[in-house]
Nanobody
Framework: QVQLVESGGGLVQPGGSLRLSCAAS????????MAWYRQAPEKPRELVAS???????YYDDSVKGRFTISRDNAKNTVYLQMNGLKPEDTAVYYC??????????????WGQGTQVTVSS
């Protein structure tokens, strides 16, 4: 079973920055797409950004120009650099990844979530 472990959340003032990390630990052959989602209280989970193994990137319009997603394939890790944070970015951020294990089995996993709070 693939575990995705997130880190880097916290409390930051409006306009500040945070960097989230998500590392996958397991017998992984390849991870196809890694993504960050977020869920604010009483709202559905939404896709924030995603990146394929080949480097194709998607951003939600609400974060374009402020957030940057990147990945290190050798480390099976994805990052989310968040600049210019706004109170409306406050949410629990979840990492998601799908790919294939050395056993030949496909997987799709979620991290446990990390809280990001933007407040003065």
């Amino acid at each position: 079973q693939v575990q995705l472990v997130e880190s880097g959340g916290g409390l930051v003032q409006p306009g500040g920055s945070l960097r989230l990390s998500c590392a996958a630990s397991a017998n992984i052959l390849s991870i196809y797409t890694m993504a960050w989602y977020r869920q604010a209280p009483e709202k559905p989970r939404e896709l924030v950004a995603s990146i394929t193994r080949g480097g194709s990137i998607y951003y939600d319009d609400s974060v374009k120009g402020r957030f940057t997603i990147s990945r290190d394939n050798a480390k099976n890790t994805v990052y989310l650099q968040m600049n210019g944070l706004k109170p409306e970015d406050t949410a629990v951020y979840y990492c998601n990844g799908d790919g294939r294990l050395w056993t030949g089995d496909d997987f799709g996993s979620w991290g446990q979530g990390t809280q990001v709070t933007v407040s003065s």
